[in-house]
């Protein structure tokens, strides 16, 4: 990130603008993305997550076989082996989801006392920053 001033004296004024956050933000979203993949060790792509489902339906000795009734009871019970396969991996992701959410409420809070160190009147004065951004951590 840099700022880009420009100053305008005859009319009393100064322009600073903040560019390149885009890059900033990418970091920052690939900094998160890798604290859930490895730290939480959610596997986004897992190997070992089944590529297919079978459901087997059989027929009673007592009952007449129907072929559409035999087809459909199968794939009712492979469909249902994939939802609860797909239940657990999003209830995976809810975790990981949970154990990330105090490091962004971190990384929240850090901004937020970074703005409100900021102020006019310390400028105005020549102090320093406020004493309080001194503790904050990113």
């Given at each position: ?17 903040l560019s390149d ?5 990418e ?14 060790e959610?596997?986004?792509?897992d ?14 000795d ?23 396969a ?9 975790d ?16 937020a ?10 400028i ?15």
């Amino acid at each position: 990130m840099k700022f880009e001033n420009k100053e305008f004296e005859d009319k009393k004024v100064n322009v600073s603008i903040l560019s390149d956050v885009k890059d900033h933000i990418e970091d920052v979203n690939d900094y998160l993305a890798c604290r859930l993949i490895t730290e939480l060790e959610l596997e986004l792509y897992d190997e070992e997550f089944p590529k297919s489902f079978k459901g087997v339906a059989i027929c009673n000795d007592e009952d007449k076989y129907d072929s559409d009734t035999g087809r459909m009871i199968a794939e009712n019970k492979a469909s249902m082996k994939y939802h609860d396969a797909m239940a657990r991996r999003y209830i995976k992701y809810i975790d990981a989801l949970h154990k990330i959410i105090p490091i962004l409420e971190k990384r929240s809070a850090y901004h937020a006392a970074k703005r409100a160190s900021l102020n006019f009147k310390n400028i105005a004065l020549g102090y320093p920053e406020a004493e309080s951004n001194a503790n904050i951590e990113e």
